[in-house]
């Protein structure tokens, strides 16, 4: 993609001679051994600086794909997805992404999994997903829950649904992933509803978050009761409880707002939402 070629580029004067080459001898060339070579030698030519992009970066890459959002990448990484863009392999890239994939580092399965919504052909990765998924480090499938439109796009409801619970389950925040709201379901709310419950039954918290799943199905998985709870809790509870019985907008939901007006009035007045739990600081 051009514009993490151009991002990298301005960012790495120096180099940008050398990148522009390589990224144009990758689209031609077609041989893996020169793909694995540049791979390996772009963290010691450009370092691992995070990547600087400017709000209007950030726009364009979100007119360029709908939810991407590259903030928080490397300098090298932004290079090495560039570089797989580029490349044009005899195998399918599914092929050549699974062989990646399969000897990458922590630092490196990051990096590959953030630019999944990028690649060629990207339903047929999703073995190789999986694998992320499944991953015991947290930083590895943030990287491809996080930020990242591809589970928006490809996964089923049932992997979607898991993917959330395990995001909770691992201490993730649902807040950063792409979609959230658009592909809220009913079974992921009662998947929810019962593991909010096993925790409480256990004497464990419950992420205040999980109620953005839940409220707009809280009529079809009898969640009042569990809602009505969370508003006797900690603010950041009694916060979410508020925003999902707003959500569900049903005469039940609205008799117990009625119970919290003061929480009410600050969401109408736009001082509490799903990424500011607490109020929101005044302006200077």
Known sequence: MKLLSDWTCRQAP??????????????????????????????????KQDLM?????????????????PEGWSLDGAARIAALLAF?????????????????????????????????????LTDAVGEGLRSNMRAVFESIVHGNP?????????????????????GSRLSPIVG??????????????????????????????LWRCVGPFAERVSAYDALQRALAGAPEER???????????????????QTVPDITALVADGRLDWNHLTLKKEAA
């Open 53 to 69: 992009l400017t709000s209007q970066d950030l726009t364009m890459a979100n007119q360029a794909y709908p939810g991407w959002t």
């Open 239 to 257: 916060s979410a409880a508020v925003l999902a019985l707003l959500a569900a907008d049903t005469p039940r939901a609205r008799d117990l707002l």
């Open 88 to 124: 044009e392999g005899i195998r399918p890239f599914s092929a050549t992404f699974r062989d990646l994939v399969r000897t990458a580092d922590a630092r490196e399965l990051i990096t590959l999994y953030r630019g999944l919504a990028l690649y060629p052909r990207p339903e047929s």
């Open 180 to 209: 959230l709201d658009a592909r809220v379901n009913a079974e992921l709310a009662a998947i929810l509803l019962d593991y909010a419950r096993e925790r409480w039954a256990a004497g464990r918290e419950v992420s205040p978050e």
């Open 150 to 170: 591809y589970p928006r796009d490809h996964f089923d409801e049932h992997r979607w649904n898991h993917m959330v619970l395990k995001a909770l389950f691992v």
């Open 14 to 47: 120096d180099q940008a001679r050398w990148l522009v080459g390589q990224y144009a001898s990758l689209g031609h060339s077609g041989n893996e051994k020169d793909l694995h070579l540049f791979l390996g030698l772009v963290p010691r030519r450009l370092g």
